[in-house]
Each structure stands twice: as structure tokens, then as C-alpha cells.
């Protein structure tokens, strides 16, 4: 039977279209997850070598060499920077996301993030044209910025809604696998870099793991292009004759709660940030620890969740997402104490079990989780758009994070305790904000967004 559903508020419907019968379309669980996998790699890739270099080298790159500390500052402000354009990109291009397609949107983001990283790795330093180096530098970054900010909603929902009834988790947990398989990748890279001679180091050889950012573009370039649109997508444009014009606006009117929990949660991301970056420069300068020491446990304890993520996902399918990201986020919260006082040790071996326990088994379970959980708690007409609104305005704590830990760290041998406690309450505020949140791991993806459904259905 072929109906006209009645005008919905905010849908743009074109004089003489007609809603179609229900779509019976195929759905690639597989395919998008590899999309989102391999698009992923590329974001975090990029964003892990931007870390490692803002830590080890930027600073005598980019900057004034007269102040070493304010230099290191200067760095992870950089490093910072893309934080405060990704909520800009996850608003414009969730914006497009939720009017013309997951998948092409996707494609843009792909390719404006392999550019700037292309183009950092081709900047003169700050010895060959002064500050425009520094300048040219922020310009970069804040186009991956821009690119990441859209790119893990982007492929959260899409991966979500081309995933069958229970296992969206399992499915959507390759976006963040993604991140660890960048993290390896970055460091395998960046480990022979590292263990140049300082001239070389300083001249060309940090250029490379730039450079190299090519070839995974090209890859995930080419399998997004043989991706379809997804199913609830294309079902939706079928049934409303168009889509929301302003989803930003929809999404705020009707779930704006959602998108305030989804930020709250997302400021746990800091524990990712201090891991990686604040933790590598910590180490090196006060831990006593060789570069390619650190940089080894780090690629080692991320890329073992390649394995505990898509558990996790699998799991949280049958147990459910909140008892996942909580026991995370209360897990992080303790251990993120042990993390950095295995790095007053000076033993490799005691911050390699302490980077096991805190990144590797427990933060995988928020990294396994969240990329589902996030998504579900909209509906369809705003998912792309509420899910990257709020994450990425929650990520502004996170990508600050490494300059904020600076900022707190003390002298003294426990001169890290006000960062591991600045974790520690980001990691609680994230916890709150969990526990108000619906459950979603067994709710039918039609019914996800349930206060959206609702006041729509009302109006």
C-alpha cells in the first residue's frame, strides 16, 4: 500500500513528490566497516604523528628556540588547535551528512585530511621563513581538525546503519580499531625516525611519516568509493520526500539533552590525549625514558585493543553500552594514578603493565563502545549532526588536554598528581552523564531517538 505520510515540521518536501513504498535495501555491515576502519586509520595516523612530533620535535621546529618550556607549550596548543575546529566540522559536515548522504561526505573528509598532513610535511620550519612558518602550521592543523571533526560520526552512523539488529557494537567498534591500527602505524613509522641523528632528525627525516599519509588516503579512498549509501538513509529520503533542512536546529529543539550527554562523555576522551602526548613528553623529560622506549609501549598497549575493542563492541550487543563505558570510565579514573606513578619508576617493564591495565583493557571499553552508543542515542533525520555536535564540543577538553597537564604539572617527584586528578574528574563527569543516558543496545534501529520520535509524532 502507498501512502503520503503528512507534513512533518522542518522537512523540505518538493511539490509533487510522493512517499515510496518501503525500501527493502541491502545492508553491507562488512564493506562499512572496513570503510570506517581504513578512514579511521588515516584520521588517527595523522593525528598521532601531529602528537608525537608536537612532543618531540615542533617545539625546535615552529617555534622561538629561546624558551624551551613556553616552546613545548606553544606545541601542543598547536596540537590543541584542531580540537577547536573540529565542533565547526562536525557541524557543517554533519549538517550535509543528514541532507545528502553519509557516503559523500565521508569522501570529502577523507581527502581534505590526507591534504593537510601532506602539506604539513612539506612546510619550511621557522628557521626559513619565521613565523609564517607557525602560521602556516595552525592553517594545517585546523584543516585536520575540520576533517576529524566530521569524520568518526560520519562513520559511526554509517557503520550503524548498515549493521543488522544486534550487532550494531560489534560492527561500529572497527571506527576506533581504526584508531589504534593509526596509533601502530604512526609509531612504526616514527620509531626509526626517532633514532636518526639529531641533524637529520631536524632536517628532513620528521617529514616522512607526513609524506607517507599518502598511500593510506589512496587505500581508504578507494574502498569508501565502492561503498553504498546506507539503507536507513536512503529509507528515510523514500519515505519524507526529502530531508531536515536545518538538523542542527531539530536536533537541539528535540534532543538537545542528548547532545549534552554526549559532550559530557566525550571529555573522558582526555585520557587518550594524556596517554599519548603529555605521557611521551612526561616520560622522555622527566622519567628518564629513551624516546623509542615509550614510543614502543604506547604502539604495543593501543594496538593490543585492536583485539579488546571489537569485544567489547560484541559484548556491550548482549550485555549492553552503559555497564561497558562505565566500568571504563571508573576504571581510568583509578588508574590513570598507576600510569604515572610507573613512570617515576624508571622501569620499562612497570609502565608497559600499568599502560596494559589503563589503555589497553580498560579504556578499550569505552573506545569499543562509544562509537555505538553515541549514534544510537539519535534518530536518523539528526543522527550525523547530534552525534558530532556533541562529541566533538566534549573533545575541545580532550585536545587540550596535553597543554592543560603542562599547565598543572608540578616540580617534584608527585609533581603529576594535579594532572592524574584532572583525569581522574573528567573521567567522573563522564561517568554522570552516563548513567542519565537510555540504553540502546536492544532498541530497534527505528526506534533510536526516542524523544525525537516522539515530539515529531505529537507535532
Known amino acids: 500500500m502507498n501512502t503520503s505520510p503528512s507534513p512533518t515540521p522542518g522537512i523540505d518536501t518538493p511539490s509533487g513528490s510522493h512517499a515510496a513504498d518501503t525500501l527493502e535495501l541491502p545492508r553491507t555491515p562488512a564493506k562499512a566497516a572496513l570503510a570506517s576502519f581504513?578512514?579511521?586509520?588515516?584520521?588517527?595516523?595523522?593525528?598521532?604523528?601531529?602528537?608525537?612530533?608536537?612532543?618531540?620535535?615542533?617545539?625546535?621546529?615552529?617555534?622561538?628556540?629561546?624558551?624551551?618550556?613556553?616552546?613545548?607549550?606553544?606545541?601542543?596548543?598547536?596540537?590543541?588547535?584542531a580540537?577547536?575546529?573540529?565542533?565547526?566540522?562536525?557541524?557543517?559536515?554533519?549538517?550535509?551528512?543528514?541532507?545528502?548522504?553519509?557516503?559523500?561526505?565521508?569522501?570529502?573528509?577523507?581527502?581534505?585530511?590526507?591534504?593537510?598532513?601532506?602539506?604539513?610535511?612539506?612546510?619550511p620550519t621557522y628557521g626559513q621563513i619565521g613565523v609564517w612558518s607557525t602560521v602556516l602550521l595552525v592553517i594545517a592543523r585546523l584543516a585536520q581538525g575540520f576533517s576529524a571533526g566530521a569524520e568518526s560520526a560520519g562513520a559511526s552512523s554509517l557503520t550503524i546503519e548498515h549493521s543488522p539488529e544486534g550487532r550494531r557494537g560489534f560492527f561500529t567498534s572497527f571506527v576506533m580499531t581504526g584508531y589504534a591500527s593509526g596509533m601502530v602505524l604512526s609509531t612504526i613509522?616514527?620509531?626509526?625516525?626517532?633514532?636518526?641523528?639529531?641533524?637529520?632528525?631536524?632536517?628532513?627525516?620528521?617529514?616522512?611519516?607526513?609524506?607517507l599519509s599518502v598511500f593510506v588516503l589512496a587505500i581508504a579512498f578507494w574502498v569508501r568509493t565502492k561503498l553504498d549509501e546506507t539503507p536507513v538513509f536512503e529509507e528515510e529520503v523514500a519515505q519524507a520526500g526529502e530531508v531536515r533542512k536545518l538538523p542542527a536546529r531539530e536536533v537541539l529543539k528535540y534532543q538537545g539533552f542528548?547532545?549534552?550527554?554526549?559532550?559530557?562523555?566525550?571529555?573522558?576522551?582526555?585520557?587518550?590525549?594524556?596517554?599519548?602526548?603529555?605521557?611521551l613528553s612526561y616520560a622522555t623529560k622527566h622519567g628518564g625514558?629513551?624516546?623509542?622506549?615509550?614510543?614502543?609501549?604506547?604502539?604495543?598497549?593501543?594496538?593490543?585493543?585492536?583485539?579488546?575493542?571489537?569485544l567489547a563492541g560484541r559484548l556491550s550487543d548482549r550485555v549492553g553500552r552503559k555497564p561497558l563505558m562505565l566500568t571504563a570510565m571508573i576504571g581510568c579514573a583509578a588508574t590513570i594514578f598507576l600510569y604515572f606513578l610507573a613512570l617515576g619508576t624508571g622501569n620499562i617493564w612497570i609502565v608497559f603493565a600499568a599502560s596494559l591495565l589503563f589503555m589497553t583493557i580498560l579504556y578499550s571499553g569505552f573506545n569499543g563502545v562509544w562509537t555505538s552508543f553515541f549514534g544510537e542515542l539519535f534518530a536518523a533525520p539528526v543522527r550525523y549532526t547530534g552525534m558530532a555536535m556533541g562529541n566533538q564540543l566534549g573533545l575541545l577538553v580532550a585536545g587540550f588536554g596535553?597543554?592543560?597537564?603542562?599547565?598543572?604539572?608540578?616540580?617534584?617527584?608527585?609533581?603529576?598528581?594535579?594532572?592524574?586528578?584532572?583525569?581522574?574528574?573528567?573521567?567522573?563527569?563522564?561517568?554522570?552523564?552516563?548513567?542519565?543516558?537510555?540504553?540502546?543496545?536492544?532498541?530497534?534501529?527505528?526506534e533510536l531517538g526516542e524523544p525525537y520520535l516522539k515530539a515529531t509524532a505529537r507535532s
Open 38 to 81: 581504513l578512514g579511521s586509520t588515516l584520521e588517527y595516523y595523522d593525528f598521532f604523528i601531529y602528537g608525537t612530533a608536537a612532543a618531540l620535535v615542533f617545539p625546535h621546529l615552529f617555534f622561538p628556540g629561546d624558551n624551551p618550556t613556553v616552546a613545548t607549550m606553544a606545541a601542543f596548543a598547536t596540537f590543541g588547535v
Open 83 to 123: 580540537y577547536v575546529a573540529r565542533p565547526l566540522g562536525g557541524l557543517v559536515m554533519g549538517h550535509f551528512g543528514d541532507r545528502i548522504g553519509r557516503k559523500n561526505v565521508l569522501l570529502f573528509t577523507l581527502v581534505l585530511m590526507g591534504l593537510a598532513s601532506l602539506s604539513i610535511g612539506l612546510l
Open 189 to 211: 613509522v616514527f620509531i626509526p625516525i626517532t633514532a636518526l641523528p639529531e641533524d637529520q632528525l631536524m632536517s628532513w627525516g620528521w617529514r616522512i611519516p607526513f609524506l
Open 258 to 279: 542528548d547532545v549534552l550527554r554526549v559532550l559530557l562523555m566525550s571529555i573522558f576522551s582526555v585520557m587518550q590525549t594524556v596517554f599519548t602526548v603529555f605521557g
Open 289 to 310: 625514558f629513551e624516546r623509542t622506549e615509550i614510543l614502543t609501549v604506547n604502539a604495543v598497549a593501543i594496538g593490543l585493543s585492536m583485539v579488546l575493542m571489537p
Open 402 to 446: 596535553p597543554m592543560i597537564g603542562s599547565l598543572l604539572l608540578a616540580d617534584g617527584t608527585f609533581g603529576w598528581v594535579p594532572v592524574a586528578v584532572f583525569g581522574a574528574v573528567c573521567a567522573l563527569i563522564a561517568a554522570g552523564a552516563a548513567i542519565s543516558a537510555r540504553e540502546t543496545a536492544h532498541t530497534p534501529i527505528k
